[in-house]
């Protein structure tokens, strides 16, 4: 990754939507639902919270988000103790070299990306190959709210609040094969949408690239996120469609994907095949093995400033070891990392 020096500048509080307006939204859309409003509900909670959500232009969601996010099973508690990270902060401070490299670059640039048609290849050692719109992909699944940290190997985190489905309810639908050992994701090479892919920063040999070993995928932590904080996903985190292992670092959590592949060989992804000495095909969240070049005992939940800084501990697998820990039985983590 290419780390830069913190701006206290990058984010400031008094922009933010705060989590309080975050979570009367969600009891917005919660109640309307149950009351039956449901239909009405997208564009009446839109306007009601436009100016909280301020700095993303994003227009009218998709009407197959509309329709799905009624029926939204929300999750019944926050993080424990852990405040949901601002919206300004989730969508201004990220991570997508597609359009650029710095923190506020995707933010600038990824407005104009078309997300609207959008397909999904489903390939390789599946029963049931093929080609999807987008509408038709997601239309088995119910959305589901999931509160998740984001831990960057760059050792900062957010919490943020996902819509999305369980991965594994994909994989099932498509039958993988006897052979299925890996699933590779792949985002959209479009250089001409993504200004990054015809920069001269040619350290990512397009598209970028992720993969999960099979029984990874099939965690029931691991998602496919289409929203998050109640909305459709902004473009620069992704949209429309993005994976969320939240026990690995953020790197794994490939953006805007435009194909999934069930492979028998385990798949060179992206920042494995620039720096394999500093990230690995598992890269899990782990406070004990340190990146080849700073600690990764500790992170800086956003927003933080230079008189805030708002360090904590890391936690292994980000927090989720009683879940995912026995995926990883007598694996040495020194190595597989
Ligand atoms: N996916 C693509 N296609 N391109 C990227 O540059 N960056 C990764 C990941 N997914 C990246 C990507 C990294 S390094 C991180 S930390 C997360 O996205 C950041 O997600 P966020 O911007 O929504 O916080």
């Known amino acids: 990754m290419i780390i830069k020096s913190f701006k206290p500048s990058d984010c400031r509080e008094s922009e933010v939507t705060d989590e309080s307006a975050y979570l009367s939204r969600r009891r917005l859309l919660g109640a309307a639902a149950a009351g039956g409003l449901a239909a009405a509900v997208p564009g009446w909670a839109r306007a ?8 993303v232009e994003q227009g009218q969601p998709p009407a197959w988000f ?12 926050t993080v424990k103790g852990e405040s949901i990270t601002p919206w300004r902060d989730a969508t201004h401070y990220n991570n997508f070299y597609e359009f650029g490299t710095d ?24 029963g049931k190959p093929g080609k999807y719109a987008l509408e038709d992909f997601i239309k088995p699944y119910q959305l589901q709210e999931r509160i998740y940290r ?43 949408q993504m200004p990054g892919q015809r920069s001269s920063f040619a350290l990512i040999d397009w598209p970028y690239v992720e993969g999960l070993r099979l029984d ?14 109640g909305r459709e996903l902004p473009n620069q985190n992704g949209a429309p469609l993005r994976l969320i292992v939240p026990w690995k670092y953020g790197f794994k959590g490939v953006k805007s994907i435009v194909r ?16 394999p000495g500093e990230y ?13 070049r700073w600690s990764q005992a500790r992170e800086r939940r956003l927003p933080s400033s230079l008189f805030s800084p ?23 983590l020194r190595v597989n990392y």
Request: proline share 7%; net charge negative; charged share 20%.
């Open 310 to 332: 708002n360090v904590r501990q890391t936690l292994m697998f980000n927090g989720y070891a009683d879940e995912v820990a026995s995926l990883y039985s007598g694996m040495d």
């Open 103 to 126: 923190k506020g670059d995707p933010a600038q640039n990824a407005g104009a990306l078309k997300t609207e048609p959008w397909s999904v290849v489903v390939d390789g050692e599946v």
């Open 150 to 192: 984001l831990r960057c190997v760059e050792a900062w985190s957010m919490v943020i609040p996902w819509l999305g489905f369980p991965l594994s309810d994909l994989l099932k639908q498509v039958e993988p094969t006897s052979k299925a050992r890996y699933v590779r994701f792949e985002t959209l090479l479009d250089p001409q």
């Open 260 to 275: 999934i592949s069930l492979v028998e060989k385990q798949p060179e992804t992206t920042w494995q095949r620039i720096a």
């Open 280 to 292: 690995g095909f598992f890269a899990n969240v782990n406070p004990n093995v340190d990146h080849p």
């Open 48 to 55: 009601e919270d436009a100016s909280r959500y301020d700095g």
């Open 66 to 77: 509309s329709s799905k996010l009624p029926s939204t099973k929300w999750q019944a508690a």
């Open 216 to 229: 990874e995928a099939m965690h029931p932590l691991a998602i496919l996120a289409v929203g998050m904080y």
